[in-house]
């Protein structure tokens, strides 16, 4: 079946340390977002890549880093920067930019 | 700013009744909108879209309308049924989705 992958389920991050989410697609698709959910919100775009080797800044990129080194995987790093990163992380694609993204079922990061 | 919100953060509806549920849009050159389900735990989930050409897209028991003169979108369910109880999103789709907060229905047996 073809879908998105994303990985682990449950991550726990200690202070000061850098964290990766997975997040990898086979429906051949060439755009990748990241979005942060907070309890009660919606969702909050943190990077998107339209193309392999391309990467944009969303609205909350500060403290995290992405790489699109693949069609396939589009990884997003929590970084000790983010000071806040306790939240459920979400990893969609899409054809491009026009069509519905389809969303992974997300990973919950929580601080230890 | 662009902002797209829903009308209600919850919804209780009896089995078996109609759902209705609202959304507003700020932006008037929004020509791209999707209703998205979500359960708890899990990713959004596609349900419709409807782009500014059309005012009514019909699917499987959901229908979306559109009101550009006033920015605003609803979504109706038919015959709502308990797996329908979820968090609903409206989004505007460029190149990010920017959503509300959803409306959360809960179905009464």
Same mark, same amino acid.
């Given at each position: 079946?073809?879908?998105?992958?994303?990985?682990?389920?449950?991550?726990?991050?200690?202070?000061?340390?850098?964290?990766?989410?997975?997040?990898?697609?086979?429906?051949?698709?060439?755009?990748?977002?990241?979005?942060?959910?907070?309890?009660?919100?919606?969702?909050?775009?943190?990077?998107?890549?339209?193309?392999?080797?391309?990467?944009?800044?969303?609205?909350?990129?500060?403290?995290?880093?992405?790489?699109?080194?693949?069609?396939?995987?589009?990884? $997003?790093?929590?970084?000790?920067?983010?000071?806040?990163?306790?939240?459920?992380?979400?990893?969609?694609?899409?054809?491009?930019?026009?069509?519905?993204?389809?969303?992974?079922?997300?990973?919950? $990061?929580?601080?230890? | 700013?662009?902002? =797209?919100?829903?009308?209600? *953060?919850?919804?209780?509806?009896?089995?078996?009744? &109609?759902?209705?549920? &609202?959304?507003?849009?700020? &932006?008037?050159?929004?020509?791209?909108?999707?209703?998205?389900?979500?359960?708890?735990?899990?990713? *959004?989930?596609?349900?419709?879209?409807?782009?500014?050409?059309?005012?009514?897209?019909?699917?499987?028991?959901?229908?979306?309308?559109?009101?550009?003169?006033?920015?605003?979108?609803?979504?109706?369910?038919?015959?709502?049924? *308990?797996?329908?109880?979820? =968090?609903?999103?409206?989004?505007?789709?460029?190149?990010?989705?920017?959503?509300?907060?959803?409306?959360?229905?809960?179905?009464?047996?």
């Amino acid at each position: 079946d073809g879908g998105i992958t994303q990985s682990p389920k449950y991550l726990f991050r200690k202070e000061g340390q850098n964290v990766t989410l997975s997040c990898e697609q086979n429906l051949n698709h060439d755009a990748m977002y990241w979005y942060r959910q907070d309890p009660g919100q919606g969702l909050r775009l943190i990077y998107y890549s339209q193309i392999v080797n391309d990467f944009q800044k969303g609205d909350i990129a500060e403290g995290y880093s992405v790489s699109r080194e693949k069609k396939e995987s589009f990884p $997003l790093t929590v970084t000790s920067a983010q000071k806040n990163p306790t939240a459920f992380y979400l990893c969609a694609s899409s054809t491009d930019r026009r069509q519905p993204q389809h969303f992974g079922d997300g990973t919950r $990061l929580s601080i230890l | 700013g662009e902002s =797209v919100g829903l009308h209600l *953060p919850t919804l209780s509806v009896q089995e078996g009744d &109609n759902s209705i549920i &609202n959304c507003a849009y700020s &932006n008037s050159a929004s020509d791209y909108f999707i209703w998205y389900k979500q359960e708890s735990g899990k990713g *959004p989930q596609f349900i419709i879209d409807i782009r500014s050409n059309m005012d009514k897209r019909q699917g499987q028991r959901v229908t979306v309308l559109l009101n550009k003169t006033v920015k605003h979108l609803s979504l109706q369910i038919a015959a709502t049924q *308990p797996g329908d109880s979820a =968090v609903y999103f409206c989004a505007e789709n460029d190149y990010k989705l920017s959503f509300g907060a959803g409306t959360t229905v809960t179905v009464r047996a």
